[in-house]
């Protein structure tokens, strides 16, 4: 098997492991689509990973975060300086992480430099967060976090469709979908953050504020959309969209999440639609 090749695997496999949301619509990709968004989604899950780490100190994830900002900014990415900045941590930090360098080097070349370009801007921005201890004080806040963590990722997302095909986007309603996205994961995670010492619920909101501001987003999210007229984009984006809203609806009717068969379901008839 050839090194490519190889690499590509261990992508597919690292991709299957760390995406319960994404895995299924990026194997329905086109080629050469589907090793773009999947080799662009694991380098923002690389610096995501760090900024989640249980075991990292805040410094320690500003450090980390911040420099690797700094290696994706340069017009090559130092492959070899990234191992060295990561080498004290690699006992604890998971694959993903460890290899950002391999996932750059999958991105085709006439798009790396803007998902390298999102990927800095995120992982700076977690960084910012982290020396602010994750305090959310108000939905300004709210909104700020939620752009740098998955507002990102919809701007990823809509450069990597235009250089496919030209598709055009408005990059203010591709926010709009990376956040509706995490906003419903701020919901679910409520309880699990909390046993970590962490809130993304601005200060004084109620569960209804949080309703309303997923929803809020989650609109956009469908405007989005009707800019998309490729169909195996608009099969793409539809299915995260879709487990999301489901997701919220499950989390009104007071359940924690969607069944393994309704997310099988839901799968399904968006591709037999």
């Not at 597919?12 to 773009?36: A, V």
């Not at 108000?138 to 990823?156: C, K, N, Q, R, S």
Request: one cysteine or more; proline letters at 3%; hydrophobic letters at 35%.
């Amino acid at each position: 098997m050839s090194e490519a090749k190889k690499l590509q695997r261990d992508a597919n496999n690292i991709l299957k492991q760390t995406s319960r949301t994404f895995y299924i619509p990026i194997t329905l990709l086109k080629s050469p689509l589907d090793q773009t968004v999947g080799s662009a989604y694991l380098c923002m899950r690389a610096v995501d990973e760090i900024e989640d780490h249980e075991k990292l100190d805040s410094e320690t994830k500003q450090h980390l975060l911040r420099s690797t900002s700094d290696l994706l900014k340069q017009a090559r990415f130092d492959k070899r300086a990234y191992y060295e900045l990561v080498r004290p941590y690699e006992a604890i930090l998971p694959e993903v992480s460890r290899r950002l360098g391999d996932w750059v080097r999958l991105c085709p070349d006439g798009i790396v430099d803007k998902v390298k370009e999102s990927t800095a801007i995120m992982a700076s921005g977690m960084a910012d967060w982290a020396e602010k201890g994750w305090y959310i004080r108000d939905e300004a806040d709210l909104d700020d976090y939620t752009y740098y963590v998955a507002g990102l990722v919809g701007v990823m997302l809509s450069d990597i469709w235009e250089w496919y095909d030209g598709t055009e986007t408005d990059r203010e309603l591709a926010v709009g979908y990376g956040r509706g996205l995490q906003a419903v994961n701020v919901l679910r995670n409520q309880d699990e953050d909390k046993e970590r010492g962490v809130s993304f619920v601005p200060d004084g909101w109620t569960q209804e504020d949080l309703f309303g501001y997923t929803e809020k987003n989650l609109a956009m999210a469908d405007k989005y959309m009707e800019d998309l007229h490729t169909r195996t984009i608009k099969l793409f984006c539809r299915i995260p969209l879709a487990l999301a809203k489901r997701t919220l609806k499950a989390l009104k009717e007071g359940r924690e999440k969607i069944s393994r068969n309704e997310v099988e379901t839901i799968v399904e008839d968006i591709k037999n639609d």
